[in-house]
């Protein structure tokens, strides 16, 4: 996580316009093994790929 955060730092220092949410405590790949459990992270998750690919597809 260090290293993407990291990642996303020098991405936004070039410029580029990035979000890189962290949701503390939530495992990896809780957004199918473990939805019931991070059902508010999940639908988070959800919105920041839609709002992603709204974004992208309008280029």
Known sequence: MEEQLALADTMR??????????????????????????????RDAWEHILTLTDRVSRR
């Not at 316009?17 to 992270?41: I, K, L, Q």
Request: aromatic content about 16%; glycine content about 6%.
């Open 13 to 42: 220092r070039a410029g580029a316009d990035v979000v890189a949410p962290v949701y503390e405590g939530a495992p990896h790949s809780f957004f199918d093994r473990a939805y019931s459990d991070w059902s508010d992270a999940c």
